[in-house]
């Protein structure tokens, strides 16, 4: 199925709210993307992942449980985002504020509390690519972009890790500016993510659409005065769901 310049596999499906037709919108002469749940995924689940790092530690705690509760501790935790820091203080706040979530989900199931080595070393897991997957569809839609000259961001409520997971992936030199939260200073659906990537692209709102998964993607999008298309994919039980603000 095509819907403007947006070519989408049967796993996948545009949605266009809120009449759910396809837009009517002038062609656009870039993109802003969303990663998680629309460029790439964890291969496992974060649960997955905190019970391996865990079990190195000596500590033994449940995937599941720590899927039961994390969705919710995420979605209430304050926005990842920070003021003008440099990139020492930067790194140390993004660290301090995934030691918190870490602290969190472990008191909420009852295991042990989670020491600063173990801290460090689930923050460090989730920046290797190699626990992340790029959508079986993503690599040739965004070179077909690409090649017919459209300017490409991402704009994602994470952190720096994002630059080296993309880099790892392959995505990094398909993209022409990557906008995360934590250094941004505000997070989707504030506008200026948006705005900063608008500004990287040198591209005004009406040259330019945003393509997410979420509820802040469109939020966010028509704040910034961005047309929005959501991605509606059927197998977003990683990262969306656990991060899924």
């Known amino acids: 199925m095509v819907?403007?310049?947006v070519t989408v596999q049967r796993q996948a499906t545009m949605q266009t709210p809120p009449t759910h037709q396809q837009p009517s919108w002038p062609r656009?002469?870039?993109?802003?993307?969303?990663?998680?749940?629309?460029?790439?995924?964890?291969?496992?689940t974060v649960g997955s992942g905190y019970a391996a790092v865990a079990e190195r530690h000596g500590l033994r705690i449940a995937a599941d449980a720590i899927d039961a509760v994390f969705p919710a501790i995420y979605r209430q935790?304050?926005?990842?985002?920070?003021?003008?820091?440099?990139?020492?203080?930067?790194?140390?706040?993004?660290?301090?504020?995934?030691?918190?979530?870490?602290?969190?989900t472990f008191a909420a199931i009852g295991a042990p509390a989670a020491q600063p080595d173990l801290q460090r070393d689930l923050f460090d897991h989730f920046a290797d690519?190699?626990?992340?997957?790029?959508?079986?569809?993503?690599?040739?839609?965004?070179?077909?972009?690409?090649?017919?000259?459209?300017?490409?961001?991402?704009?994602?409520?994470?952190?720096?890790r994002l630059h080296g997971l993309l880099e790892g992936l392959g995505l990094s030199p398909l993209l022409d500016a990557v906008v995360v939260s934590s250094s941004a200073g505000a997070a989707k659906p504030d506008p200026r993510p948006f705005a900063l990537a608008l500004e990287a692209l040198e591209l005004g709102p009406e040259q330019v659409w945003h393509v997410g998964d979420s509820p802040e993607d469109l939020e966010g999008a028509r704040a910034a005065g961005l047309p929005c298309l959501l991605l509606e994919r059927r197998?977003?039980?990683?990262?969306?769901?656990?991060?899924?603000?």
Do not use: C, K
């Open 235 to 245: 197998s977003t039980t990683n990262s969306r769901s656990a991060m899924s603000r």
């Open 77 to 104: 935790a304050p926005p990842l985002a920070f003021g003008l820091l440099d990139d020492a203080d930067l790194l140390e706040a993004e660290r301090n504020w995934w030691s918190e979530r870490i602290r969190e």
């Open 129 to 160: 690519p190699g626990q992340w997957r790029v959508y079986d569809d993503v690599e040739a839609q965004l070179n077909r972009w690409h090649e017919t000259g459209l300017r490409l961001a991402v704009v994602s409520n994470f952190d720096r």
């Open 3 to 5: 819907v403007g310049l």
């Open 28 to 44: 656009p002469r870039g993109l802003l993307l969303d990663a998680m749940g629309t460029l790439i995924d964890l291969r496992d």
